[in-house]
């Protein structure tokens, strides 16, 4: 795994929302949350809920900006799957039983097993594939930090901010934005690279993290915080 300890720190000024935030690179870690084909794709558990998937399309291309400017600068980049054990004895009975999906969690689908390990709708979408030595969370809930060895790593990486992105706003960003918020990171939101179903909770959903001073975390975009990083 490349280790952000073993890069020097340096320390750099993020234009955001509410107000400017200054990290060190060294000691931040970005997270891209669950851009799956599963949420992404037509055929997969996104999809299945009712939801037009090309929605989310918008944040693969600031997101991939992203992710070029954190690999060049040798930032810790974590990426998340949300899905089950094959068994699916890691499932809750809740979630599985939960609407009414055409297709339901562990179901066959186009793209395999809805939200099963191992399955190509499981996989990361190729345009942000992770690359060798980069951290892959498989997690089983909404937050990265639920029953993920991801508070253990990020403690172990001296890891302080958080640039978490990914799909969607309202559910897995934030969800996640809120447990990192409780554990002690400061979260960077960058509202270009974050997409959902339901335009309306994305923006609204930024809204909420930023509102209050900062009541969980900084808002800011892929243009600005490249810029930073550069
Ligand atoms: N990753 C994530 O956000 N999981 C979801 O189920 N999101 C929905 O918006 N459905």
């Known amino acids: 795994m490349s280790t952000a300890t073993s890069h020097a720190s340096s320390s750099v000024l993020v234009d955001a929302e509410p107000q400017?935030?200054?990290?060190?690179?060294?000691?931040t870690a970005l997270?891209?949350?669950d851009m799956q084909r599963d949420f992404l794709e037509p055929g997969g558990f996104g999809e299945t809920l009712g939801n037009k998937v090309s929605l989310l399309d918008a944040a693969v291309k600031p997101i991939a900006a992203l992710l070029e400017a954190a690999r060049k600068v040798?930032?810790?980049?974590v990426h998340t799957r949300e899905g089950h054990r094959p068994d699916m004895s890691d499932a809750p009975k809740a979630k599985v039983e939960r609407g009414e999906p055409h297709l339901r969690i562990?179901?066959?689908g186009p793209m395999g097993r809805i939200l099963i390990r191992g399955e190509a709708g499981h996989d990361i979408v190729p345009k942000l594939y992770p690359k060798d030595g980069e951290v892959i969370i498989d997690k089983p809930g909404k937050?990265?930090?639920?029953?993920t060895d991801l508070g253990a790593i990020l403690q172990h990486q001296h890891i302080e901010n958080l640039i978490v992105c990914g799909v969607t706003t309202?559910?897995?960003?934030?969800?996640?934005?809120r447990e990192a918020n409780d554990r002690g990171f400061k979260c960077i939101v960058p509202g270009d690279c974050c997409a959902s179903?339901?335009?309306e909770f994305h923006e609204v959903g930024l809204r909420m993290i930023k509102a209050q001073g900062g009541i969980f975390g900084w808002v800011s975009d892929s243009t600005r915080l490249v810029k930073a990083l550069s």
Do not use: S
């Open 170 to 177: 309202e559910v897995c960003v934030h969800t996640t934005v």
């Open 31 to 33: 997270v891209i949350i």
């Open 20 to 27: 400017p935030l200054a990290i060190d690179v060294g000691r």
């Open 106 to 108: 562990g179901a066959k």
């Open 143 to 147: 937050g990265a930090f639920y029953a």
């Open 74 to 77: 040798g930032m810790l980049i």
């Open 197 to 199: 179903y339901f335009p």
